[in-house]
């Protein structure tokens, strides 16, 4: 018995090294060599006429854009749910896609800007938490879901879990992921999905895997809350823009500070 837990052991970190230094093309590119933003998009105006308490670091408009990734990729998700099960999702190419777009963009602007300690270490917690979770999903759903997938998303589990991903979705993208009640989802998973029917063991995989991940994401969710209200200020659903022109298409703008030829809208 013992020589078999070493043995396991051994070909679980065999296979995890081979897995990981494996060689991938990569999944996120550049449109060219060097520098491909123009280099004017990198300069800080010392001259700026919007007020310094809504200026936004410029390094951290680029780097939105991993944050904003892991908006896009749960957005393919609740797509790919609508017709498939999640079994069948590339969730680790995904992990490569958070991290080869970070690298991008970090080297696009690295030198420009004074380093941005907060923003980067704040990309790196979601980062990485995206990378354990994906990681997590997709080792589960490999070993595990395979065994119950049905290939089309025809369990009510199955459905239930489509509509919840594009309800979280459709809520980061105004608020923080850890304002989103897992809790709701949880009490409505138990109380809509009927507990027998047709794929029962999918079925009850599918309860399995999902009560498991709304209890985790509640807990890790208070705390990443915590955390973010003691090292960051409160996260604001709003955005000012400095225009010369009032915009008349948009009715729920309103103007928040007005100067001689400018408006700055809220």
Known sequence: MKRLRILTLCSVVLAATIFFTKKRNPTTITEGEGLVIKKEWLTVSKNSKTPKESIRPADQTFLTFPEWYLVFSPDEQAQYFKNQTATSFPFMSHIRQIWEGYHIVNEQIKGNFPTNTGYHFMIWVIGSSAS???????????????????????????????QYTQDYVDFIKDRPWYEFDFKKQLTSFWSSPSFFGNHFFRKIERKYMLTSEFMVKLVYGKLIGLGTVTVYDTALPTTEVLVNLIP?????????????DLWLFL
Do not use: C, H, M, P
């Not at 994906?134 to 595990?144: D, Q």
């Not at 008349?248 to 001689?260: F, G, H, M, P, R």
């Open 132 to 162: 354990v979770e994906y990681s997590i999903k997709a080792w589960y759903e490999t070993v595990i879901g395979r065994l119950t997938d049905t290939g089309d998303s025809i369990t009510d589990e199955d459905r239930f879990n489509a």
């Open 248 to 260: 008349t298409a948009d009715s729920n703008l309103q103007i928040n500070k007005k100067y001689s």
